[in-house]
């Protein structure tokens, strides 16, 4: 490769299988070569997970818009009066994933949704408890740190208390959100009235130690330095050494239309995306799975991505509404067949897998048409 000096020493690293250290994720942010960025990810892509890249038939439920915690950064988030508010009935996530179910290849449900300021714990835990009862076939990955952190507060519960009945009632894996930038400092700028990064942070740590798999997530291009963001890989990868259960990390391009911070923010470039998706996998050395989410990306980086360290895709959607409230311009969902279609033209093998990354289908590579 064709650098020198300290990046020189931070590639030597790399292929001898050492770790970086804050200082060299510094650097990496600093540097302008990005296709030597992307070839160093895509070594190590390779050397973790040969060519497979993930995806899944999913469906996202997303129960309600209503929101306490209003973060600036949210496009999603209303007001119980607001226009535009809405919180679903039972019946109508049962609607609503009855007709996600048409295609036979569903297999999960992703669940999140705002911090509804008079929903109990047991209201959100009768959706999952009926949803796994009506649709026992799915799995349900549902919530995030910063949900389960407010389920505990309303109901009084631990949170290793709150996770132990989500479990029981069929929750199978966390989501990744609302980790955005794990500095205090962002955090109280930002959204205050949330979970703090202590408290993601031990979410994710009781769930590992109950069994139950997460998912890691950085919501960059808003007011973090970038020192920030290489403190926030190392946190979590921190907490991957404990050992952790984390399973995927998804790299969240800050999307600023309709929020608060719309008039003093633009959005991130496709340099500084894939840079960031580089960096993570760089970084991030005990995490198998790098995530490049196309609903944020767009179809075309998110392709692009894949040979910038990235070895998941995501799945199809259907019924996304939280990132395209804050302007997304992908399209609300993909079909099967163009998700496959898209990791091919990449030269990478599709694997469809569930919310913990069993391969399903085909024992072996997916031969469905794409």
């Not at 990744?176 to 205090?184: F, K, R, V």
């Not at 409230?325 to 990449?346: M, N, Y």
């Amino acid at each position: 490769m064709f650098v020198k000096g300290e990046l020189e020493k931070i590639e030597r690293k790399v292929l001898n299988g050492e770790r970086l250290t804050r200082e060299d994720g510094e650097l990496l942010f600093a540097c302008k070569e990005l296709s030597w960025l992307g070839a160093l990810a895509d070594y190590v892509r390779k050397k973790v997970s040969g060519d497979l890249v993930y995806y899944n038939v999913n469906c996202h439920v997303n129960l309600t818009n209503i929101c306490a915690a209003r973060c600036k950064f949210c496009a999603f988030g209303r007001g119980g009066d607001d226009k535009g508010s809405y919180a679903m009935t039972i019946d109508d996530a049962i609607k609503l994933v009855t007709e996600a179910s048409r295609d036979p290849h569903l297999s999960g449900l992703h669940i999140v949704s705002g911090l509804h300021p008079t929903w109990s714990f047991e209201h959100y835990l009768t959706f999952i408890e009926t949803l796994h009862e009506k649709f026992p076939r799915l799995y349900i990955k549902g919530f995030t740190g910063v949900e389960i952190q407010h389920f505990a507060n309303v109901s009084g519960l631990s949170v290793k208390e709150v996770l132990i009945r989500l479990k029981a009632a069929g929750l199978e894996a966390i989501a990744g959100g609302g980790a955005e930038i794990l500095s205090d400092r962002v955090r109280n700028l930002l959204c205050p009235k949330k979970a703090t990064a202590d408290e993601w942070l031990n979410v994710a740590r009781t769930a590992h130690g109950l069994g139950i798999k997460t998912n890691a997530s950085m919501l960059y291009g808003h007011i973090e330095t970038l020192a920030e963001r290489v403190e926030h890989l190392i946190r979590l990868r921190d907490l991957q050494d404990e050992p952790g259960g984390f399973q995927t990390f998804i790299c969240f391009p800050f999307l600023p239309k309709n929020t608060a911070l719309e008039k003093s923010i633009k959005q991130t470039s496709m340099w500084d995306d894939l840079r960031t998706m580089a960096i993570s996998r760089l970084m991030l050395d005990n995490f198998k799975n790098i995530k490049a989410y196309w609903v944020m990306l767009t179809v075309p980086v998110a392709q692009v991505a894949l040979s910038f360290g990235a070895n998941d895709i995501d799945g199809t959607i259907h019924h996304e509404n939280i990132l395209h409230d804050a302007g997304a311009t992908s399209p609300t969902h993909l079909e099967e067949d163009e998700i496959i279609k898209i990791i091919r033209e990449a030269g990478r093998v599709p694997a469809a897998v569930d919310c913990n990354f069993r391969r399903v289908g085909d024992e072996q590579f997916s031969t469905r048409k794409g």
